[in-house]
């Protein structure tokens, strides 16, 4: 005769259960994407407080070895710094010095330590100038001096 009452409720309930494991399955998929994305913006932040460092040159006292300026820069971060041509890019005044114009006493930098930055003589000259320096993470100082 018919379907019951009781029938149409347990059709009506299974559907119910079905769409609520299937939201819950929608809900459990968003929530694990964020928290994987937070982490991973965690582990970059993390990476970039670890990653800092200073030109700690004399302004007025620019030294010269041989045909380069020699400028001092300390690790002041957390980690070894690597110190290349690709990960650090050296501006004078805002026009970036050619990789063939500068380069390291160091292939890294211990944590509190100090290295050589040699800046060819060539992209510098006499007055006022700003030596800007970005290195990994795009950790930037900036360091105005004399010649």
Known sequence: ?????????AIFFIASVIVAGAVSGVFMAVTTD????LSDRGNRLQEQLDTEFKIISDSSNIPIS?????FYLKNTGGKVIVTTNETFQIFV????????????????????EVTKIYVATSE????????RIVGPQAIEDEFAFEI
């Open 66 to 70: 041989g045909s380069d300026y020699i």
């Open 124 to 131: 510098i000259s006499s007055g006022y100038h700003k030596l």
């Open 93 to 112: 005044d805002g026009d970036i010095v050619t990789t063939a114009n500068y380069n390291f006493s160091d292939s890294s930098i211990q944590v509190e």
């Open 1 to 9: 005769m018919g379907f019951s009452l009781t029938g149409t409720h």
């Open 34 to 37: 964020i928290s994987t994305s």
